[in-house]
Nanobody
Framework: QLHLVESGGGLVQPGGSLRLSCSAS????????IGWFRQAPGKEREGVAC????????TYADSVKGRFTISRDNTKRTSYLQINNLKSEDLAVYYC???????????????????????????WGQGTQVTVSS
């Protein structure tokens, strides 16, 4: 089991920035790829960014590319989603999720491509609300 806790959501004006955090206490954190997802009112849950267990690769949805940056600090067992130039369509509940995907940092052949499909993730946080309003 992996208990994920998101934080950092809030009310931001269009064009503003926000940094979301997702943390866990379990030592197995290092073996999980992390995805960030969002669900806007009335819409399907959408994968926005993901990062492999070592941070070797990242993937972004086209809708957020250039504005969102995913990162992780495994010493802190935390993943961050930096959101810049917020737009009204970014209003959603943002979730972090984890899927078991260990990598050997010294062996690129073990590096997997991050996956934005929600069905691939087994552990989910409670979500944090991002509201974009003037």
């Amino acid at each position: 089991q992996l208990h994920l806790v998101e934080s950092g959501g809030g009310l931001v004006q269009p064009g503003g920035s926000l940094r979301l955090s997702c943390s866990a206490s379990e030592a197995t954190w290092d073996y999980y790829a992390i995805g960030w997802f969002r669900q806007a009112p009335g819409k399907e849950r959408e994968g926005v960014a993901c990062i492999t267990s070592t941070g070797s690769r990242t993937t972004y949805a086209d809708s957020v590319k250039g504005r969102f940056t995913i990162s992780r600090d495994n010493t802190k067992r935390t993943s961050y989603l930096q959101i810049n130039n917020l737009k009204s369509e970014d209003l959603a509940v943002y979730y972090c999720a984890a899927t078991w995907a260990p990598e050997d940092p010294g062996n690129p052949s073990t590096w997997s491509w991050a996956d934005l499909r929600a069905s691939e993730y087994d552990h989910w946080g409670q979500g944090t609300q991002v509201t974009v309003s003037s």
